[in-house]
Structure formats: C-alpha cells, structure tokens
C-alpha cells in the first residue's frame, strides 16, 4: 500500500464505509436495548452466555471465551463475575492447568439463555436481516469474514 499518495475513495467506496461505521456503532446499541428492555440481560451477557453455550462441554476457558467475545481478559472477568453471581455461569480451576480458570454454564444459565434468544433473535432479524433484501448473504457473509485481515494487493489487470 503506498501511503504517500493514497488513492481517494470514490463516492460508492465512501458510502459503503460510512454506512458500515455508523452499522458497527448503531447495531451493538440497539441489540442491546432490546436485550435490556425485553429481557433485563445485555448484549455482552448474552454474547458470553452464548459462546460458553456453544462449547461442546459447555465449559470455555477463561482467555478463550474473551477472545471469542472480541473482549479483554478483564472486561470478560467481569462480565463472568456478574453472571456468577447470578448464578448463570460458575468458575472453576482447569483440570489441565491449575493456573487458568474455566467458565462453566449452569442450568440456570442455560434456561436464561434459551428465554432471552427469541428476543436476540428478533431483534437481529428486525435492525439487520430484513435490510438486506435480495443480496447474496453467503457472499456478504464471506466479505464481512475478511475484515481485519490484509488485503490480496489488487490486480491491475482487473
């Protein structure tokens, strides 16, 4: 990438940009508010509760469940503190190393995650699914993957 001369976007590029800014802003907000109003559980909560559900065992480690969260260790500590204290999770010292800790989801977790997905779900559909019309969602899900990741150096061929 030549940083000295960038190339500016053009007005279908910039839109696109903009558009996905103000969606990684807005859409986390208003999940979240349905999260809060419809079920008393935030987004983050649910997120954890979800990714701990998701593991076969039901059981994450502590530094895997904040990296599938996208969070910090210690953002994700909290989160687990409060929904242990809840009793939705518990903690517990890894059988294969006494240094980590496991975050374990209870029954109590479970039922409080099966009542809050059909408002998640409901919510995703409304604020994001039914914007999106006719577009190839495999296609757009494989771009939305990409993100994050360098970028193949274009072809000028193209």
Same mark, same amino acid.
């Given at each position: 990438?030549? %940083? !000295?001369?960038?190339?500016?976007?053009?007005?279908?590029?910039?839109?696109?940009? =903009? *558009?996905?800014?103000?969606? +990684?802003?807005?859409?986390?907000?208003?999940?979240?508010?349905?999260?809060?109003? %419809? /079920? =008393?559980?935030?987004? /983050? !909560?649910?997120?954890? @509760? =979800?990714?701990?559900?998701?593991?076969?065992?039901?059981?994450?480690?502590?530094?895997?469940?904040? *990296?599938?969260?996208?969070?910090?260790?210690?953002?994700?500590?909290?989160?687990?503190?409060?929904?242990?204290?809840?009793?939705?999770?518990?903690?517990?010292?890894?059988? /294969?190393?006494?240094?980590?800790?496991?975050?374990? +989801?209870?029954?109590?977790?479970?039922?409080? +995650?099966?009542?809050?997905?059909?408002?998640? +779900? *409901?919510?995703?559909?409304?604020?994001?699914?039914?914007? @999106?019309? %006719? @577009?190839?969602?495999?296609?757009?899900?494989?771009? @939305? /993957?990409?993100?994050?990741?360098?970028?193949?150096?274009?072809?000028?061929?193209?």
């Amino acid at each position: 990438m030549d %940083e !000295e001369d960038p190339r500016p976007l053009d007005d279908a590029e910039e839109k696109v940009v =903009r *558009a996905l800014a103000r969606a +990684l802003l807005v859409l986390p907000r208003l999940l979240d508010a349905d999260l809060v109003r %419809e /079920q =008393r559980l935030a987004l /983050q !909560e649910y997120e954890v @509760l =979800r990714h701990v559900s998701e593991s076969p065992t039901r059981l994450l480690r502590m530094s895997d469940l904040a *990296a599938r969260c996208e969070l910090s260790l210690s953002g994700t500590t909290r989160i687990v503190s409060r929904l242990e204290s809840d009793g939705l999770l518990k903690r517990v010292t890894c059988e /294969q190393d006494a240094r980590g800790t496991n975050a374990v +989801l209870t029954y109590r977790g479970l039922k409080r +995650l099966q009542a809050a997905w059909p408002t998640h +779900l *409901a919510s995703v559909r409304r604020h994001v699914l039914d914007h @999106l019309g %006719e @577009l190839d969602l495999h296609r757009l899900s494989m771009a @939305l /993957q990409l993100f994050g990741t360098p970028a193949e150096p274009a072809d000028p061929d193209r």
